[in-house]
């Protein structure tokens, strides 16, 4: 049975209660973070840490006022600047521009590069695992109900993989901020016993959806989460959704690698208007997401 979400938003006074309690790291916890971070950059010395070390010590020395040049990158062919401020307002203009934040390097850094993995939304796949799934309705999906409990999880280990996560309690901060503002929205995953086992997170502005992150507790249900919401980001007229950096999940799932160029000259339009406002709500269930067809989803928006 599908999950009432009105069952499941918080009250607005615990709100701060409960980021205040998920929303933090222990001491140990952070020097575990920022220690594999300067590993990962000692085994990069060369192409890394040494340009890395003198921009830190340029905007250390001036601190940069303005959002940085998305174009002019300047460690990694990505980086293009330290970030000195997470404000709304600031986190807003750095994605119409095409950047975004990262933490690899032992400070928050922008982010923009040469190529994004995005997708268009007539070439949704759902590979027939998932689809299998979703038509089983194993799983129900909610949107924007558990913000606070999905951040957390996506900054969680994953097994196989050094615990360098760039969503750190500041982060959480900045984007729930967001979220408060209807431009971050989160999408939960629930099984039958009403226990959320995937969900993930992104940013929306006018018609672009820039995925953040997934995290799944059960076998694909991030990729149902994910279905589930694409299919709704198409319906609402959505014109990409924002992958970042290639992966081969997001490739089985329909995304395309296409140069910075290219997506910046998307954002210039598509991030000034349309796009869906305030909290979501799912339209259909996960069925009817299995059963949708991309090209008439568009003919309908158009």
Same mark, same amino acid.
Do not use: C, S
């Given at each position: 049975m599908p999950i009432d979400p009105d069952l499941l938003m918080l009250a607005a006074e615990d709100v701060a209660a409960l980021r205040t309690?998920?929303?933090?790291?222990?001491?140990l916890e952070t020097a575990e973070r920022n220690a594999l971070r300067w590993v990962w950059a000692l085994k990069h010395y060369n192409l890394v840490l040494l340009p890395f070390a003198a921009l830190w010590l340029r905007e250390t020395i001036?601190?940069?006022?303005?959002?940085?040049?998305?174009?002019?990158?300047?460690v990694d062919g990505e980086c293009t600047g330290l970030v000195h401020d997470l404000s709304p307002a600031t986190l807003t203009a750095a994605y119409k521009r095409g950047l975004y934040t990262s933490d690899h390097y032992g400070a928050m850094t922008w982010s923009s590069p040469p190529e994004r993995c995005v997708l268009f939304?007539?070439?949704?796949?759902?590979?027939?695992?998932?689809?299998?799934?979703?038509r089983q309705q194993r799983y129900s999906v909610t949107f924007d109900t558990?913000?606070?409990?999905v951040i957390k999880a996506c900054a969680g280990r994953r097994a196989g993989k050094w615990h360098t996560t760039w969503i750190t309690p500041r982060i959480m901060r900045a984007y729930a901020a967001l979220h408060d503002r209807g431009l971050v929205h989160s999408f939960e995953v629930w099984n039958a016993d009403g226990?959320?086992?995937g969900g993930g997170y992104g940013v929306a502005l006018g018609r672009i959806f820039f995925t953040e992150s997934q995290f799944s507790l059960e076998s694909n249900t991030s990729k149902v989460g994910?279905?589930?919401?694409? @299919? &709704? !980001? /198409?319906?609402?007229?959505?014109?990409?959704n924002d992958g970042k950096k290639h992966t081969d999940v997001l490739a089985e799932t329909?995304?395309?690698?296409?140069?910075?160029?290219?997506?910046? @000259? &998307? !954002? /210039?339009g598509g991030t000034l208007s349309g796009g869906k406002p305030g909290r979501w709500r799912a339209e259909f269930d996960t069925t009817q997401a299995a059963d949708w067809q991309p090209h008439a989803a568009a003919d309908a928006a158009a």
């Open positions: 309690g998920l929303f933090r790291e222990t001491l001036a601190p940069r006022t303005r959002l940085p040049d998305p174009t002019h990158t300047r939304f007539d070439n949704l796949r759902i590979n027939k695992n998932v689809r299998r799934l979703m558990r913000f606070e409990q226990a959320l086992v994910f279905a589930m919401l694409n @299919a &709704h !980001l /198409a319906n609402w007229g959505y014109i990409l329909g995304f395309t690698v296409i140069p910075r160029t290219e997506f910046l @000259a &998307h !954002l /210039a």
